[in-house]
């Protein structure tokens, strides 16, 4: 599955959970939104394109450090999010896949995407990301790295309380990512993997790591699981349990999260990310 196609199912993930990643999922990750800020160099005199920006998270902690930014995305609700949260003057937002983007060539300086490319084929993206940057642009890429206990706990909880039986949409949304075919994240899962693509698709490569940058302290476990059931595959797994068996399974995921909690009660996460920082060749 390519181009638009690919987009309107992404497109419909995203914006099935727009309002519960920006309730949920935002304030959990902010102290690594802005860590990828500072790692990705921003200057006063950027234009910036910030692929995969969801609500905007990073464009609008980016905007004020830069002379532009424009958020891209699939996701129209998600948009219509992070047009409310940036300043007026200083960004704006555009709805469509980074492969179809509608920039001229050269328009931008710098192009972030942190967690923004996840759902996209590597060597699309990256040669349409390096068709909108200027001579001598620069890159900065954050995906995720390997999952932590508690996430991988938590999906195999879902395996054990999920139906056996879907009703159609939740059979179609199940057997989706498989239509899609390979993704990012099967392509790239080491610092290796990420420098091998970003030179074969033109740039020299600055920064290639696997890294924790940040601990987060979620004060409840709770705060955990609205997380880790914001995006709509987990989420609606959820929704289509019987009402005993999600309670079995919130019951069991809440016990499984609150092993790691502290004597306090809160939990100390360390996401492990792949972070890169290229600039285009020649």
Same mark, same amino acid.
């Given at each position: 599955?390519?181009?638009?196609?690919?987009?309107? $199912? $992404? /497109?419909?993930?995203?914006?099935?959970?727009?309002?519960?990643?920006?309730?949920?999922?935002?304030?959990?990750?902010?102290?690594?939104?802005?860590?990828?800020?500072?790692?990705?160099?921003?200057?006063?005199? *950027?234009?910036?394109? #910030? @692929?995969?920006?969801?609500?905007?998270?990073?464009?609008?902690?980016?905007?004020?450090?830069?002379?532009?930014?424009?958020? &891209? %995305?699939?996701?129209?609700?998600?948009?219509?999010?992070?047009?409310?949260?940036?300043?007026?003057?200083?960004?704006?937002? @555009?709805?469509?896949?980074?492969? %179809?983007?509608?920039?001229?060539?050269?328009?931008?300086?710098?192009?972030?995407?942190?967690?923004? &490319?996840?759902?996209?084929?590597?060597?699309?993206? =990256?040669?349409?990301? +390096?068709?909108?940057?200027?001579?001598?642009?620069?890159?900065?890429?954050?995906?995720?790295?390997?999952? #932590? /206990?508690?996430?991988?706990?938590?999906? *195999?909880?879902?395996?054990?309380?999920?139906?056996?039986?879907? #009703?159609?949409?939740?059979?179609?949304? +199940?057997?989706?990512?498989?239509? &899609?075919?390979? &993704?990012?994240?099967?392509? =790239?899962? *080491?610092?290796? %993997? @990420?420098?091998?693509?970003? !030179?074969?698709?033109?740039? /020299? @490569?600055? #920064?290639? $790591?696997?890294?924790?940058?940040?601990?987060?302290?979620?004060?409840?476990? *709770?705060?955990?699981?609205?997380?880790?059931?914001?995006?709509?595959?987990?989420?609606?797994?959820?929704?289509?349990?019987?009402?005993? !068996?999600?309670?079995?399974?919130?019951?069991?995921? +809440? /016990?499984? =999260?609150?092993? %790691?909690?502290?004597?306090?009660?809160?939990?100390?996460?360390?996401?492990?990310? =792949? +972070?890169?920082?290229?600039?285009?060749?020649?």
């Amino acid at each position: 599955m390519r181009g638009p196609s690919r987009a309107r $199912v $992404v /497109a419909g993930w995203f914006d099935e959970a727009a309002a519960r990643a920006e309730r949920d999922v935002v304030p959990v990750l902010a102290l690594l939104a802005a860590d990828f800020v500072r790692y990705a160099q921003p200057g006063l005199a *950027d234009v910036v394109l #910030d @692929v995969g920006t969801g609500t905007g998270p990073v464009a609008r902690l980016i905007a004020p450090h830069v002379r532009q930014v424009v958020g &891209l %995305d699939v996701s129209a609700r998600s948009l219509a999010i992070a047009r409310h949260n940036l300043a007026p003057g200083r960004g704006a937002v @555009v709805q469509a896949a980074i492969e %179809d983007a509608p920039f001229r060539r050269g328009t931008f300086s710098l192009a972030v995407a942190s967690f923004g &490319l996840n759902a996209t084929e590597p060597g699309r993206a =990256l040669r349409a990301i +390096r068709r909108c940057l200027a001579p001598g642009g620069r890159l900065a890429i954050q995906e995720w790295g390997p999952a #932590d /206990a508690g996430s991988r706990a938590l999906d *195999d909880l879902l395996v054990a309380h999920a139906v056996a039986e879907p #009703d159609d949409a939740l059979a179609a949304l +199940r057997a989706s990512p498989g239509e &899609l075919g390979p &993704l990012w994240r099967d392509y =790239l899962q *080491d610092p290796d %993997d @990420v420098r091998d693509w970003l !030179e074969d698709a033109g740039f /020299a @490569v600055l #920064d290639a $790591v696997e890294v924790a940058p940040v601990t987060l302290r979620l004060e409840t476990p *709770d705060v955990f699981l609205r997380y880790l059931l914001a995006p709509a595959f987990r989420h609606r797994e959820v929704a289509a349990m019987p009402p005993g !068996e999600r309670s079995a399974f919130l019951e069991a995921a +809440r /016990a499984r =999260l609150a092993a %790691d909690a502290g004597p306090g009660g809160a939990l100390m996460w360390q996401p492990v990310v =792949l +972070r890169a920082r290229a600039q285009l060749k020649g």
